[in-house]
């Protein structure tokens, strides 16, 4: 770890533009992270930040919240919606059964408690997605009956926060079985705005693009989607995306081809089951965060720094983070996200890595998930959940049930959760 002269203090900490969320997530100070590149389960044990620093931060976080969402307007080509992602509800957030009491609930109730609500349930809190080809050749459509959304709010100290995550999932409703599916997690004060910004604007800047890129394929139409709605983003002058940003993951079936394209530590596994029934996880997409030997190298290229947050009277501790200055300006856990263009010139970037794989017959289903999932629930655990319900939605809410728990049981999170969104999809 890198040491400074100038340390920063505790006046630059609470300066930063992060939310509650992002200093429980990002600026706990512990040994070791559990975000290191491959990484698919949590630490053991990590001790928690000085209580007394930690409520004086939180009670800051919330006022400063408050402010930014009582001032912010949304652009009027983009509703304001609830950022459920699109998440179900049988269970609540806990995973105890609901009862029918609760299910008669609004939903926005619902969401504002804390409790899972499903593509369906939430459907009326977004504006539908459609991207058709000028051609009339197929329709793109979002479509909630075949797969599993699930998402569930965090929680800080029992009391539920706002989620920002966010989700989508489309298919080709006309030549062809093709479908489109991703995961979105914001992180910073307009953390879910950009999550709205991105579910909303990404997957019809990739459409337009595969339809309008003279057959340069998909992996050219991911690339460019991702660069276009990062420049979209940061030309919109009703969210502030300096010091805001989200990172992506989603997954493109096209023909027999599956294509992944991911920026930042946002996950999709692909599940397997043998003709012996053994079933694995296997990993599309690799989290993207300065501890990559590729990912230091172009921050420092760049001219930003690589290092841990450092507390006066603590040392430094907690992941490494990209820095512009010196401890002085940045300090972001991720090194791509679209978003967070404060950083873009010393190397963070919305470029995605995009794989191709050839669909097998042992391919069962894709899934896809935010880090609050995959922080408790491990890529083999989250296939044995997909294959053993072998339904995508029953899917999608074990497993957001069981990281919930998980995060539960963890007590040296100090009554932190982090929000959950799940995304199964049959391959």
Request: aromatic content about 4%; overall charge positive; charged content about 25%.
């Amino acid at each position: 770890m890198r040491s400074y002269s100038a340390p920063i203090s505790h006046t630059h900490v609470s300066g930063r533009n992060h939310t509650t969320r992002e200093h429980h997530r990002h600026h706990q100070h512990y040994p070791q992270s559990s975000r290191h590149a491959g990484a698919s389960t949590p630490p053991a044990g990590k001790p928690s930040v000085d209580a007394s620093y930690a409520r004086s931060r939180q009670r800051q976080d919330h006022r400063h919240q408050q402010q930014q969402q009582q001032h912010w307007r949304p652009p009027s080509s983009a509703r304001m919606r609830p950022k459920s992602g699109s998440g179900t509800g049988r269970h609540s957030s806990h995973g105890k059964t609901g009862s029918s009491a609760a299910m008669d609930r609004p939903w926005e109730e619902r969401l504002r408690n804390g409790e899972l609500l499903s593509a369906r349930e939430s459907r009326s809190s977004y504006e539908a997605s459609v991207c058709n080809t000028t051609a009339g050749a197929s329709s793109w459509q979002e479509e909630l009956r075949s797969a599993g959304v699930v998402s569930a709010a965090g929680a800080e100290q029992g009391v539920s926060k706002t989620n920002q995550d966010a989700s989508f999932f489309l298919r080709r409703s006309r030549g062809g079985d093709d479908w489109v599916a991703g995961v979105i997690d914001g992180h910073g004060m307009s953390g879910h705005h950009v999550a709205s910004f991105v579910k909303q604007t990404l997957p019809r800047e990739i459409l337009e693009q595969r339809r309008s890129s003279n057959n340069k394929g998909t992996r050219h139409a991911l690339a460019r989607g991702f660069e276009g709605t990062a420049n979209k983003l940061r030309r919109n002058r009703n969210i502030s995306s300096e010091e805001s940003g989200a990172v992506v993951a989603m997954c493109i079936r096209t023909g027999q081809d599956l294509y992944a394209a991911n920026a930042g530590d946002t996950r999709a596994v692909l599940v397997t089951s043998s003709s012996e029934g053994k079933v694995r996880g296997e990993a599309l997409t690799r989290d993207h965060t300065p501890a990559l030997a590729s990912e230091k190298e172009r921050i420092h290229r760049n001219g930003g720094e690589v290092a841990p947050t450092y507390i006066p009277g603590m040392g430094f501790g907690g992941p490494l983070r990209v820095w512009k200055k010196k401890q002085l300006a940045g300090g972001l856990a991720v090194s791509r996200a679209i978003g967070d263009s404060a950083l873009n010139d010393v190397g963070v970037t919305p470029q995605p890595e995009v794989i191709k794989h050839r669909v097998r017959p042992c391919d069962k289903y894709v899934v896809i998930a935010s880090d609050g999932c995959w922080d408790c629930v491990t890529n083999e655990r989250a296939a044995e959940l997909a294959v053993k319900h072998g339904n995508p939605e029953r899917a999608s809410e074990a497993i957001v049930k069981e990281a919930r728990r998980n995060w539960q049981q963890d007590g040296t999170n100090g009554g932190y959760i982090d929000d959950i969104t799940c995304v199964v999809a049959k391959v």
